[in-house]
């Protein structure tokens, strides 16, 4: 196929033409199939199925003797602290086992900055002419989503290849003191599926910022979820890092077991500085008496050890990998000689990432859903829903049946061209 920009008005008059009648054909197929959130499938959730009688009536105890039934241990079960510092690469006394979902987690932790003086700091936050963030785009909407409902600034800080562009992120936090912290998914991030260099986690870990009290809140979400787990990412552990160069209290990072177990049922963790966890106990203290430790104790008796959960993880892997090969190898063939869609091949986590001719993307999602293609809206991987070229679009293989991620896929590529054809004959036209 030749690029669209090289082909005659004619041809791609012709093209426009054919495209607008297989799309007309599509929609008379009444397709519903939907590709916008990355949750696990049912027989991802299967894997985890003995999880839900793992204890017997009489198990209730963790391996201290604690009574699990009851009230306390607010930081904890130490064997699933243990766990999570395995996966993490840290020390268990640096994990706080909290609640279900990493993402109430982060949000409280951004509340407690807001309401109280973390160490380093001169005052919470909340007391600030303004608060910044630093948001890598494209990135995680939820994050965005979280921060702009606590009235937070968001800036757009470009990702390469290699994680957020750093010469920015530098230049941005050593001159200005109201940015107080950076959103990261440095492992297989949302949704370019990109792994941090070992150069920019050091550079994040050493960067001098004008505010004392600015944080990385880095969410380890895809920490074990490779799709080629004989050839997996891996990043250095960012807490040691920010310790090695001198900012200790630098770093609050997430995890969770939502796409080990089941999503929403599962345990989250938070893993900081010494001098951190000293403030986030005290504040937790306010806050709650204990977590939910019958489900950590099953997820202790579930999960046993890193060896198993990465046993378990790779027959996620064998579920998901056939979907996401599928969907590169469509996009490949319909779309890689016509210059008008760029991705990268995911080697883990839960998206594609796609990048279309600029100003397409919006009408893209608007022709899919006509073809009853439910996509993620455009522009929800920028901060406050605005994708200034209006080309990112992120694609969520791992729910539907890999026929219906086939039939999604080969009916997105004809939105793609489409949109991308329409452009092209709009703006020739604009010009003359």
């Known amino acids: 196929m030749t690029a669209y920009k090289s082909q005659s008005d004619h041809d791609l008059q ?18 519903k ?29 963790s391996e201290d003797g604690t009574d699990c039934r009851n009230y306390g241990g607010l930081e904890g079960l130490m064997e699933i602290r243990r766990l999570f510092a395995d996966l993490l690469k840290t020390k268990p006394d640096k994990v706080l086992v909290l609640g279900p979902s990493s993402l109430t987690i982060m ?7 807001l309401l109280n003086t973390l160490p380093d700091g001169e005052r919470p936050w909340i007391h600030e002419k303004k608060i910044k963030f630093l948001c890598p785009v494209p990135g995680y909407d939820r994050h965005f989503y979280a921060t702009e409902s606590l009235g937070i600034e968001m800036i757009p800080v470009m990702m390469t290849e290699h994680g957020p562009d750093m010469d920015r992120v530098e230049a941005l936090v050593s001159s200005d003191p109201q940015i107080k912290g950076l959103w990261a998914v440095p492992q297989y991030s949302n949704p370019q599926g990109i792994t941090y260099s070992d150069e920019t986690c050091h550079r994040l870990s050493a960067m001098k ?36 160069n001198g900012h ?31 403030f986030i106990r005290h504040v937790l203290a306010a806050q709650m008496i204990g977590p939910d430790k019958m489900n ?13 959960v990465e046993a378990l993880m790779r027959q996620h892997a064998d579920i998901l990998r056939p979907k996401f090969e599928k969907v590169d190898e469509i996009l490949s063939r319909e779309l ?10 995911p080697k883990g986590g839960y998206f594609f990432s796609l990048d279309l001719l600029p100003g397409t993307a919006s009408e893209t999602v608007s022709l899919a859903k006509s073809c009853g293609i439910e996509l993620t809206p455009a522009g929800s991987t920028w901060p406050y829903r605005k994708d200034p070229d209006d080309s990112n679009l992120r694609l969520a293989p791992s729910f ?5 991620i086939t039939a999604a896929t080969e009916v997105l590529t004809v939105c793609i061209r489409l949109a991308a054809a329409r452009k092209i004959m709009a703006d020739r036209q604009n010009n003359l």
């Open 296 to 308: 950590q104790l099953r997820h202790a008796r579930f999960l046993k050890s890193k060896e198993t």
């Open 336 to 345: 890689s000689d016509l210059a008008i869609c760029s991705w990268q091949k």
């Open 400 to 404: 539907p049946t890999l026929p219906e």
């Open 107 to 113: 949000y409280d932790m951004l509340v407690r900055c």
């Open 248 to 278: 200790p209290n630098r770093v609050f990072e997430f995890a969770s077991t939502s796409k080990i177990t089941w999503a929403g049922s599962g345990v989250a963790c938070l893993v900081s500085s010494d001098e951190n966890l000293v």
């Open 33 to 61: 199939l939907n590709m916008t959130r990355g949750k696990p499938n049912p027989d991802q959730l299967s894997l985890s199925s003995k999880l839900a009688n793992c204890l017997d009536s009489d198990d209730f105890r």
């Open 14 to 31: 012709n093209e426009v033409r054919l495209l607008e009648k297989r799309v007309k054909d599509i929609q008379g197929q009444h397709l």
């Open 209 to 244: 910022t004008a505010a004392p009290d600015f944080r990385l809140f880095w969410d380890h979400a895809y920490v074990v979820h490779h799709l080629y787990p004989d050839d997996p990412s891996d990043i250095p552990d960012i807490v040691s890092l920010c310790e090695l």
